[in-house]
């Protein structure tokens, strides 16, 4: 405990120290830069003209200016520059000046940026960007980059919940000046605590309009929970705006000050409450340095050990809590905790006019799917499990209070369930497009979905099964990932299905064991399929497989005795060490597909399938790389492969009927 408490205090006087050289500092603090491979040649007119820009952007830096742009005309278009600078609202006019100074630098000396056409650096201070094309007050999230402060948060959901609204406020006050021109930048404090404060700041070029500042904004907003999720602070720098949010804080506030008896001389540190009024330390009648270090010093060890105390207090009782909670057995009434979610079977047969062959929508592993429609004329699908399935009574409450509690935009959202006589009925939201494979694999059908739809699907399905690893409150592994287990919705939004399959874990958990191996081949990872090994990484894989197929319009079981290759995976692979992998893409969407995007999707996918799961990515690492391409991808391995003697064409769903090991 005395440990701690020094430990702390020396925290204490070290953050101390790194804010007030923070906040203080006079030299620009690089972040990041991105340029082009569209290479212009050193001695050329647009060269000359960047010359020209960056002077131009340097000197009007020094003319107090927080945000400039500027033309560089030219004869031939091709050869105008388009350039800006942007200074963080609460910077000095010196600071800004050697700040944009140092970035056009920068960029003319950089051997990766001189000869780019188009580039944009980011200081902690400024951002400088140019173009050949003209892209003033046009919204840019590309190409976005994310920061994190890797100390973790303490109790994450009451923090989300208040980062979300104050990042929303301070995106909506600095969006708040409708005239193109003016200062777009906000700031915005939060009480955590009586010993925590919240900082948040926004701020948009000044060339975009309210509603444009607005849109990337809430852009930027929504990369906070994959980026920053549970982290004590976090950036998401954009070419047109970027957000911010720290426990401390790291801007100086700009608003007029009240009067001194109850504002502190200086920004307070985090944990530590601020002072009620400003002492004086100059003249001869003030306070020495020497009864303030007397005063202070003590007050300051009390309260951390009064802090740590409390703290220590808490995770007992919270840990005695979970004991008694951990020790309390589970019986049929368990249940009652999604009671109110229960439907009454007759209700559901009247939805359904008595599961009548015209509702059944289709048929899985676990039994019948059925449209219906409810007396108040809510369209719902009804899942009925088989009475030989295999799934009993514990296996189904497992699934309706893992659904429950789940809430993403690309889960199936779970409406209710029924447990009367021998039926377990599970009622889901009503999904218009039915599955993936059913549009996916129709050579009429696959027509609707053209790249930019499957570019979403693989993005919303990623973001989807980080939300189950990492984001619910449990870990929570699906283990029968599939095309025919992700729904569409009426925009072709994905929404992933079907969880009875899924292993339920706890927060330190991630891996296990099972003797009874559910899943289809195919999507199975090589560890579980053959040793019943499972964990996240497991559905990473069977990620993998499924970005190949939405991209090449292909089952992964098509090829077996084609000739072709083995698998989708094993021609994948052959075509990227071959220098082709575009021959991938599905010929009927080559006239709309974007090479970039496509190369990287199916790195991706060649990411998920390596045969060691270390060498797999998280599927935060994988939303990340989907989003922000200034992420370098490391270079795939072989994939694993199956010898697939004997095996089914259609790769049915299997059951080895043995009871979990664990």
């Not at 659904?403 to 209710?416: E, I, K, M, S, Y």
């Not at 027509?447 to 990623?462: C, F, Q």
């Not at 190949?548 to 319009?553: A, L, N, V, Y």
């Amino acid at each position: 405990m005395i440990m701690n408490s020094f430990n702390l205090l020396f925290m204490f006087f070290l953050t101390n120290f790194l804010l007030t050289s923070t906040i203080t500092a006079t030299t620009p603090t690089y972040l990041f830069q991105f340029c082009t491979k569209n290479q212009t040649n050193p001695n050329s007119v647009y060269h000359s003209k960047l010359k020209t820009l960056f002077s131009s952007l340097s000197s009007n830096a020094t003319n107090n200016h927080e945000f400039y742009n500027t033309t560089i005309p030219s004869k031939n278009p091709s050869n105008t520059a388009y350039g800006l600078f942007m200074c963080r609202g609460d910077v000095s006019s010196n600071l800004c000046q050697q700040c944009v100074a140092n970035a056009t630098q920068t960029l003319s000396t950089d051997s990766d940026c001189s000869s780019s056409k188009q580039a944009v650096i980011w200081y902690d201070e400024c951002m400088v960007r140019y173009s050949n094309t003209s892209f003033f007050s046009t919204v840019a999230t590309r190409p976005g980059v994310f920061l994190v402060n890797s100390a973790n948060i303490t109790n994450q959901e009451s923090f989300n919940s208040l980062l979300s609204v104050t990042m929303k406020e301070s995106a909506d006050k600095a969006a708040a000046n409708s005239s193109v021109g003016a200062k777009k930048y906000a700031t915005k404090e939060a009480s955590i605590s009586g010993f925590q404060t919240l900082y948040s700041l926004a701020q948009c070029t000044d060339d975009l309009s309210s509603q444009d500042c607005s849109s990337c904004l809430s852009d930027a907003i929504g990369y906070l929970p994959q980026c920053c999720d549970g982290k004590q602070g976090g950036r998401v720098l954009f070419p047109s705006c970027n957000i911010r949010y720290e426990l401390y804080p790291f801007y100086t506030n700009i608003t007029p000050s009240p009067p001194p008896s109850t504002s502190p001389a200086s920004p307070v540190p985090p944990g530590i409450l601020s002072p009620t009024s400003t002492p004086n330390f100059g003249g001869s009648n003030g306070i020495s340095s020497r009864t303030i270090v007397a005063i202070v010093v003590p007050i300051t060890v009390v309260t951390l050990l009064f802090i740590v105390g409390i703290c220590f207090l808490c995770i007992r009782r919270g840990k005695k809590k979970h004991d008694s909670a951990a020790q309390e057995p589970k019986t049929e009434t368990d249940i009652t905790t999604v009671e109110s979610l229960r439907f009454d079977l007759s209700t559901l047969e009247d939805a359904t006019n008595k599961f009548s062959e015209a509702n059944k929508l289709g048929e899985g592993g676990f039994g019948e799917v059925y449209k219906g429609v409810l007396p108040s004329g809510q369209q719902i699908a009804v899942k009925r499990l088989s009475k030989h399935s295999g799934q009993g009574g514990e296996q189904f409450k497992n699934e309706v209070e893992l659904v429950a509690q789940l809430q993403h935009r690309n889960l199936a959202r779970l409406l209710g369930f029924c447990l009367e006589r021998e039926e377990k009925i599970l009622v889901y939201e009503f999904v218009a497009n039915k599955s993936l494979d059913y549009i996916l694999f129709d050579p009429e059908k696959q027509r609707l979905l053209d790249w930019t739809r499957r570019y979403k699907i693989i993005g919303g399905i990623a973001r989807g099964i980080q939300y189950l690893h990492e984001d619910s409150r449990l870990k929570i592994i699906h283990r029968d990932l599939k095309a025919s287990n992700v729904l569409l919705d009426k925009d072709m939004n994905p929404k992933i299905s079907d969880f009875g399959l899924a292993k339920l874990f706890g927060v330190d958990q991630t891996q296990g064991n099972t003797s009874r191996i559910v899943g289809t081949y195919g999507y199975m990872s090589p560890e579980y399929a053959m040793h019943g090994d499972f964990s996240i990484k497991s559905d990473v894989y069977s990620f993998g497989i499924l970005v190949m197929e939405i991209i090449s319009g292909k089952k992964n079981s098509s090829f077996y005795e084609t000739g072709v290759a083995e698998d989708l995976i094993s021609y994948a692979w052959n075509l990227w060490k071959n220098g082709t992998p575009l021959e991938l893409v599905d010929h009927t969407i080559r006239e709309s597909y974007t090479p970039n995007e496509a190369i990287r999707c199916i790195h991706i996918g060649l990411l998920c399938v390596q045969e060691d799961p270390d060498d797999r990515p998280t599927m935060a690492t994988i939303v990340l790389m989907l989003d922000s391409h200034t992420v370098t991808l490391p270079v795939p391995m072989q994939p694993a492969f199956f010898l697939q003697s004997g095996a089914d064409q259609h790769m049915p769903t299997i059951q080895i009927s043995q009871s979990d090991t664990r």
